[in-house]
Structure formats: C-alpha cells, structure tokens
C-alpha cells in the first residue's frame, strides 16, 4: 500500500470518528464510541497496525498522522464526555427539583442504655467518696464464688444462689460479685482497699418480674485498719440520698450471708406520695435496696489479711432493681429485651 493511499484512509477514518461523535449525546453511547475506535481491536489499533505494510521511507510521515489523528479524537471524545455528563446532571435536577422548604429527614439519636446509665450514676457516686472500680473476672472457680467466701463444700448456704455450672468440674457462672472480693484483696493485700466491683452475674432462676437468669451486681469492700458498721451504714445512706434523695432514710435489718459476720439487709423508705408505694412496699412502707455486713474474718484471712490487724465491709447490690424502684418499672425482662419503646423512655 502505498503512503497516499494509506494516509487518505487515515483522514477518512477522522472525519468519520468526529462526524458519528457528533452525533452522540448520552454516556453509555460514547463509551460504545470509544470502545470502537479505542478498543484493543478498534480502528485506531488497526490503522496502527497498517504501519508494516509501508515502504520503511513512509512509515514516519504515516506514523506522525496517526498519532495527530489519535490526539484530536481522544480530545474530542474527553469533551464530548464531559458535555454529556453535565447535561445529564442538569436534566436530573430539573426532573425533581430540590424543595428546600420541605422539613429535614430526622436523624435517629442512640442513648445510652437504661443499664448502662444506672451504673455510670452508682460510679460517679461511689468515686466521689473515693472509692475505684474494679471489673472481675464473670467466669469463676468454684473456690472463688463459693469455698474462699466461707461456704466449702455441702455448706447449706451455698443453695441460697442456683448455678450454672460449666461442663468443666469446678468451672462455673459467678452467681454474685463477691467472689471479686477475693480476687481484689489477694490483689491489693496488705494495702487498705476501697472499691466497687461492678458486673454481670448469673442464677439458675425462675424468671419472674422481680428476677432474671443474668443481671447485674455492683459489690463494694472496704478494708483497712478500723473500718466498723458505723462506716458501712454511713456509706450505704450517703449512697441512698444521693441516688433516690436527700431526704430518704434507710433502716437496717440482721440477715444471714457466709461471708459477712453480722450481715445486714438494707431497705430504703418510699415516699407515701407515691401511688405505687403500697403495692411496692408490700404496704410496709420500706424496700430492700442490697445485702451487706462487716467481712468475715474467715474471708479476711482467705484474702491474704490478718483479721486481728484489719477489719472491713462489704455490699452487694442490683442495679436493676435499683433501676425499677427508682423509674416505676415493674418487670425487670424489660431490661434486655431490646425493645425500642422502653429504652427510648430514658
Ligand atoms: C448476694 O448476692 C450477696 N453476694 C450480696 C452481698 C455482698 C452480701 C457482700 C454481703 C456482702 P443476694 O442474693 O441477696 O446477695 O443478691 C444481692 C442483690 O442482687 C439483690 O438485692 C438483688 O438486688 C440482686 N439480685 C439477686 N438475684 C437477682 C435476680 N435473679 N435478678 C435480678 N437481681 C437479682
């Protein structure tokens, strides 16, 4: 073939591959386009190919026209592209106009769960008198949970928590927080000790509206040298009247846990106001808020401590009930049933 020939082709193939961009006006057709002339087996690629057919004198001048011809439809096809997607921008927006008068989509805000709020509250109250939180372990041993708590094997008292027990002998659900008391003390012995050991604990229950499977502990201790009753009930009020109000009061009643000697149960009293009080206060007027006592010196030394040297108290309370007296709710399944409507009340 000679140059003349060849070259004529190459303008032909320019004229052609404006005039048919011209003609195009939406995307997907002028990708289509470039596929034709730009594609691996496009005109372009052919024309290319057409170089070793010339004399080796031609090639130059051939090769130089193909390429010009590659930059003005390359160039033509970047603008036509452009224009296309403009426009079709434009004719998207004047389709369906943007009324800025119409009210915003309101955006959904999370919360803080109910349970989780009622924890940071008996956080920020306990640390403001001193003390640390310290999370313990929800897995427990036997040891832990029941033997070093003064409760070994076959002791009656252990029927007072139904548990679940691993498939693992001796591995078990932490029925309460108080095996952290152990854990803490063998910790921090012989330093003087003043924490909440908040956390999930878990019963091998009957669920009713008063108690689940798994709920939520929060176990104080404090130990060190004279630690007596008076500072456990003086701690308990203040923790009350922060919580329910300055104006409640608390009344102590003797009760029965291994690992406290005395043990005591805490109630609070319930505003009178309050329609619900009859039916929560069983008509006594008062409600059961936690277990305490002064820490066993069988549990002392079980920590690492001399009983002769140190003294301490320990509490063990349920958020959730906490939560329910102080809201007005009456079935604690609320708590982890994830439904919408009660969690977003708080
Ligand atoms: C205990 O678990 C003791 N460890 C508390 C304690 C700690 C006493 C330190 C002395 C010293 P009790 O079984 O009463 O005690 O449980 C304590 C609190 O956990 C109860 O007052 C209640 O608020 C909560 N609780 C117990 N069982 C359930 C349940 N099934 N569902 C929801 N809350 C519960």
């Not at 003609?23 to 190919?49: C, I, N, S």
């Not at 689940?212 to 701690?235: C, R, S």
Request: with cysteine; hydrophobic share 35%; charged share 25%.
């Amino acid at each position: 073939m000679s140059e003349l020939n060849a070259t004529a082709e190459l303008l032909e193939l320019e004229k052609r591959g404006l005039q048919e961009l011209q003609a195009l006006t939406d995307e997907p057709a002028l990708r289509a386009w470039h596929t034709k002339y730009f594609g691996d087996k496009g005109e372009m690629a052919g024309a290319l190919r057409k170089v070793g057919t010339l004399p080796p004198t031609e090639r130059k001048g051939y090769g130089q026209e193909a390429n010009r011809i590659k930059q003005v439809l390359t160039d033509a096809y970047d603008q036509a592209l452009a224009k296309a997607k403009e426009n079709a921008l434009l004719a998207s927006l004047s389709e369906s106009p943007l009324d800025v008068s119409l009210p915003g989509r309101p955006t959904r805000h999370g919360r803080v769960h109910i349970a989780t709020r009622i924890m940071r509250e008996i956080y920020g109250i306990f640390s403001d008198m001193g003390f640390q939180i310290h999370r313990t372990r929800e897995v427990e041993d036997d040891l832990n949970n029941f033997e070093y708590l003064n409760m070994p094997p076959h002791h009656p008292a252990r029927d007072m928590w139904d548990t679940f027990h691993t498939t693992t002998p001796g591995v078990l659900l932490r029925t309460h927080t108080s095996p952290g008391q152990i854990h803490v003390m063998r910790e921090f012995c012989p330093q003087p000790i003043r924490a909440v050991l908040p956390g999930m604990c878990y019963r091998y229950e009957a669920i009713t509206t008063r108690s689940e499977i798994q709920f939520q502990q929060v176990e104080g201790l404090v130990i060190g040298p004279n630690v007596t009753m008076a500072d456990l009930k003086g701690t308990i009020t203040a923790f009350a009247r922060r919580l329910f109000g300055q104006e409640r009061q608390i009344r102590i009643r003797s009760s029965y846990f291994p690992f406290t000697e005395p043990s005591i149960e805490v109630d609070i009293d319930w505003p009178k106001e309050d329609p619900n009080a009859d039916r929560l206060t069983k008509g006594t007027g008062w409600l059961e808020i936690m277990g305490a006592g002064m820490v066993h010196p069988t549990v002392l030394r079980n920590g690492g401590y001399d009983p002769d040297q140190v003294s301490g108290f320990a509490f063990g309370m349920g958020p959730q009930r906490i939560t329910m007296l102080k809201y007005a709710i009456d079935d604690i399944r609320e708590f982890w049933k994830n439904d919408l409507r009660f969690l977003q009340q708080f």
